[in-house]
């Protein structure tokens, strides 16, 4: 097979919902992927229909249509499927009859509120992009003194030194305003687009802020509404279709498919 022709292998891998790009990536480099028969161990591989796929010595299933779901992730739960530390995954909470899914990002242990699931690893790819432009928005509730000064610096982006590992971290514009006060706890709202790794809760430690609950309600145009913890709600193919315009991929979800 010529290599201009077909996809990377990987990408159709992750299209098929087995998993992510990086993941797949991975089991090519530990030689668990054979293609045509032969172990390879480069992602820099093309491939078509015509190809036969095999990841641990099992045939890569067919892609199903693209859907996505909402979950109300409750506290204390890491989103993996498996920890190898023995903690709670979020996915033990899903229904036994889902189909396999991954997560688009993560909400930490001690974070809740909703989490984006997909049977489509490269929809995840692309909606954990901020290129995308989709603000994730957040609600926090934080113990300290928040001052309007300081939520303005937020919006001309910062750097801050992670007080654990000493790192400098720059963050891009972040929007946001006081939503109530109870007694020393302040309630915030953070709108952001980036959503770097613990980006609120470093964030928060630079003003000397206490972090003591962590809520995000929406991804974009997905919200967590009245979606109860530990909740499960698949998007309808509808919405997505008007949503994904600029999905930069051949893999819709089908205009029929799930309501």
């Not at 809520?215 to 530990?230: A, V």
């Not at 600029?246 to 089908?254: F, G, M, Q, V």
């Amino acid at each position: 097979m010529k290599q201009h022709e077909g996809e990377r292998i990987a990408k159709v891998m992750a299209r098929s919902g087995v998993c992510s790009r990086r993941d797949a990536e991975k089991l090519i480099r530990e030689g668990k992927v054979r293609v045509n028969g032969k172990i390879i161990t480069s992602p820099a591989l093309n491939v078509t229909k015509a190809d036969s796929i095999l990841i641990n010595n099992k045939p890569l299933a067919q892609k199903d249509s693209t859907r996505v779901w909402l979950f109300h992730k409750p506290k204390g739960y890491v989103t993996s499927h498996k920890d190898e530390k023995g903690r709670d995954t979020a996915f033990s909470l899903l229904p036994k009859d889902m189909p396999r899914v991954i997560s688009v990002g993560r909400l930490d242990l001690n974070s809740e509120g909703l989490l984006l699931l997909t049977n489509d690893g490269e929809l995840s790819r692309f909606l954990e992009s901020p290129k995308n432009g989709w603000r994730r928005k957040y609600r926090v509730r934080v113990y300290g003194h928040v001052t309007e000064e300081e939520l303005a610096q937020m919006k001309e982006g910062l750097t801050v030194t992670n007080k654990r590992t000493g790192e400098r971290v720059k963050y891009q514009p972040i929007e946001a305003t006081i939503d109530g006060k109870s007694g020393r706890n302040t309630w915030v709202i953070f709108k952001l687009t980036e959503g770097k790794n613990r980006e609120i809760r470093n964030v928060c430690e630079h003003f000397g802020w206490q972090v003591n609950r962590l809520i995000r309600t929406s991804f974009g145009p997905f919200n967590l509404s009245d979606l109860p913890p530990k909740g499960v709600r698949e998007v309808s193919q509808k919405f997505l279709m008007e949503k994904l315009v600029s999905w930069p991929t051949s893999s819709k979800p089908d205009k029929g498919g799930h309501a």
